[in-house]
């Protein structure tokens, strides 16, 4: 790829040995196959009963693709960037189990959602989780989001979740603000987002190849390559959209949460890893305890970025007795 072997944040290699130290990529990985979308459904709010997987119809005629299982309290996943509802998968099977009512959509321009031209912002992202709740019928919900999912998941709490919500975690999650501002020092420089963009463009799928190294902690000593996590972490970006992607990274990189961390008052988990190569927990999971009015935060040593996918038989018990709380 061009200039991505040249492409360190702080010294890095972000190739092989690289840490992208602070780097704000808002990512995720799981394991299910692809599925070809089915059918448009459409229905009113309140509808029948989950049917497994559909489409919900925005406001634009975006398509937004669900999967909708089990029955029970709902939970609704919320991934990061650039991935789809896949990522979710080692937790949707567990809550399942016993007995939740699971749901997770694919955000507009990834995985089987339309690869929209429009709309790739924050404000959008979580007015597409309403159509999709609304449709669902979904009240006393669980949203859980990792990454930029989280930020989405605040963005909708915030604005559209009084009467519907009653808990909220956030994993690894980019708010309040990753770009540095002169209110936000700590925060990166916009030229590591610019980076990324200019390296998704020149080839995305070399680019998409490399960011799972640092994401799941690969180039940790003692850490090997786990080939699966990272050929489905590939999958699941190269199934989104390009445009939509690329313009994700303002999203997720320049929308300012602090007011929406601030109104969400619902009983909130924090959790993030401490070798989070991605996402600084200083400057996002120490920030958001400071901001949301009702949270609870756990900081788990060596844990890095993906921890959901690497590390499930210890992220999801600790959700669920949040939940179960």
């Known amino acids: 790829m061009g200039g991505l072997k040249d492409f360190g944040v702080y010294g890095g290699d972000f190739t092989r040995r690289g840490v992208l130290t602070g780097a704000g990529l808002a990512v995720g990985g799981a394991a299910v196959a692809a599925t070809l979308p089915r059918t448009?459904?459409?229905?009113?709010?309140?509808?029948?009963?989950?049917?497994?997987?559909?489409?919900?119809?925005?406001?634009?005629?975006?398509?937004?693709?669900?999967?909708?299982?089990?029955?029970?309290?709902?939970?609704?996943?919320?991934?990061?960037?650039?991935?789809?509802?896949?990522?979710?998968?080692?937790?949707?099977?567990?809550?399942?189990?016993?007995?939740?009512?699971v749901i997770a959509m694919d955000r507009r321009g990834h995985g089987r959602s339309t690869q929209t031209a429009t709309g790739n912002d924050m404000d959008t992202y979580a007015a597409d989780v309403d159509v999709v709740v609304r449709k669902l019928g979904l009240r006393d919900a669980i949203h859980i989001g990792h990454s930029t999912g989280g930020g989405e998941v605040a963005r909708y709490v915030a604005?559209?979740?009084?009467?519907?919500?009653?808990?909220?975690?956030l994993v690894a999650s980019v708010p309040p603000l990753m770009l540095k501002t002169p209110s936000n020092p700590g925060g990166l420089p916009r030229s590591v987002f610019d980076g990324f963009r200019s390296q998704l463009a020149a080839n995305r799928a070399e680019f998409y190849w490399q960011v799972p190294i640092p994401f799941y902690g690969f180039n940790r000593p003692g850490k090997p390559v786990i080939e699966g996590v990272r050929q489905n972490w590939w999958r699941q970006g190269m199934m989104g959209g390009a445009i939509s992607q690329y313009e994700g990274i303002k999203a997720f990189s320049e929308t300012d949460q602090t007011g929406?961390?601030?109104?969400?008052?619902?009983?909130?988990?924090?959790?993030?890893?401490?070798?989070?190569?991605?996402?600084?927990?200083?400057?996002?999971?120490?920030?958001?305890?400071?901001?949301?009015?009702?949270?609870?935060?756990?900081?788990?040593?060596?844990?890095?970025?993906g921890m959901l996918t690497l590390y499930p038989d210890v992220i999801n018990p600790d959700i669920f007795s949040f939940i179960r709380g």
């Open 40 to 101: 448009v459904l459409a229905s009113p709010a309140n509808s029948a009963a989950p049917v497994g997987d559909g489409y919900a119809v925005a406001a634009d005629g975006t398509n937004l693709y669900y999967k909708d299982w089990g029955r029970g309290q709902p939970i609704f996943f919320h991934h990061g960037w650039p991935l789809s509802a896949d990522d979710w998968d080692a937790q949707m099977l567990y809550f399942l189990s016993r007995g939740y009512r």
């Open 159 to 169: 604005r559209y979740g009084a009467g519907k919500v009653s808990k909220v975690v």
């Open 260 to 305: 929406d961390l601030k109104a969400i008052k619902v009983p909130t988990l924090i959790l993030q890893g401490d070798d989070d190569q991605i996402v600084p927990y200083k400057d996002a999971a120490l920030l958001q305890a400071k901001l949301l009015p009702n949270n609870r935060l756990k900081i788990y040593p060596g844990f890095p970025h």
